[in-house]
């Protein structure tokens, strides 16, 4: 009797087993339908091109000839070539000046747009807009200012009864110049991000640190800098990353001139795949550089979750 209450209970069609199953499983199906077309882009363009890099950068290939498998020939180069080390040293230097730079002030300017003042939207916008602004275009406009013998800062120069100041030749001012452009363009990034932050904190939890005799910089040490550690570990990855990234305004200002001093990975990537045709150095160069990001991703967040730890 029992067998055959539970037969006749059981769905007797695949329509009937296909609404069982659905409204079983309703809300992964409608999950994954919505998904899918996301996780299809991801592949195709994060996944497939990193995957592809990472092969290429085991073979030797101009483009146009047959590829031969050299394994780790490629590495072994890298390491060995001078150039390479050089331009992987400017790298670090340029990254994490204009890290350190652009996070600092763009936390004491979120600190001081912060504030109850007037126009307040008006320097936030002029904070920002360079961001937004495109690196091709103000690299042009850069080169208006540094342009040897009709630039502004050579007349400038001219003007105080000093010498003219050529980039081309002078590697201190063309780093420094490179470094104060990037952090022009990237410090609204930081800003805003560390303002978001700002403005989540509580005013209550501010009032009661204010009431204990917290000021000034106790405030920010023991309140405020521990509540913006997420954003703080965002904001350094995600600069960091960027800071690797740093590629127009080098190719247009300066070319990794004077002596490959201000070369980086990104402009000599560019270099060997597009004008030396040396597909495998240049995808080994990214497959490093993703690496060193990786590395640098994971230790900055470990040690950020030590810090909260033990404060903890």
């Known amino acids: ?8 209970s059981a769905p007797s069609s695949s329509r009937e087993r296909f609404n069982l199953f659905y409204s079983r499983h309703r809300h992964t199906m409608e999950a994954w339908i919505i998904l899918t077309p996301i996780l299809i882009y991801y592949v195709i363009f994060y996944v497939a091109p990193v995957i592809a890099n990472l092969f290429v950068s085991f073979i030797d290939w101009n483009g146009l000839q047959e590829a031969k498998w050299v394994g780790l020939a490629n590495f072994e180069a890298f390491i060995r070539t001078p150039l390479y080390i050089q331009v992987l040293v400017n790298t670090l230097f340029f990254a994490i000046t204009i890290l ?7 936390f004491l300017v979120a600190m001081a747009l912060n504030e109850k003042v007037k126009g307040l939207g008006i320097y936030r916008t002029m904070w920002y807009v360079p961001t937004l602004t495109s690196a091709a275009v103000t690299a042009q406009v850069a080169n208006v200012f540094i342009a040897p013998g009709t630039g502004v800062i050579s007349g400038i120069m001219k003007s105080l009864g000093q010498p003219e100041l050529i980039w081309q030749i002078n590697t201190d001012f063309a780093r420094v110049f490179i470094i104060v452009f990037a952090i022009w363009r990237g410090v609204g990034s930081s800003m805003l991000l560390f303002l978001a932050g700002l403005q989540g904190i509580s005013t209550e939890v501010i009032d009661a640190a204010k009431v204990d005799g917290a000021s000034g910089w106790r405030l920010i ?8 550690r997420p954003m703080t570990v965002f904001v350094l990855v995600t600069g960091l990353i960027n800071g690797f990234q740093i590629f127009e305004p080098i190719l247009l200002i300066t070319n990794g001139q004077p002596g490959n001093t201000t070369n980086v990975m990104m402009t000599q990537i560019y270099k060997d795949a597009f004008q030396n045709q040396d597909f495998g150095m240049a995808a080994t160069q990214a497959t490093i550089m993703l690496l060193i990001l990786l590395w640098a991703s994971f230790l900055n967040l470990r040690l950020m979750g030590q810090s909260s730890t033990d404060e903890a």
């Open 221 to 228: 040490r023991h309140i405020i800098l521990p509540l913006l």
């Open 100 to 106: 350190l730079v652009s996070a600092l002030l763009g």
């Open 1 to 8: 009797m029992e067998r055959t209450v539970a037969l006749q």
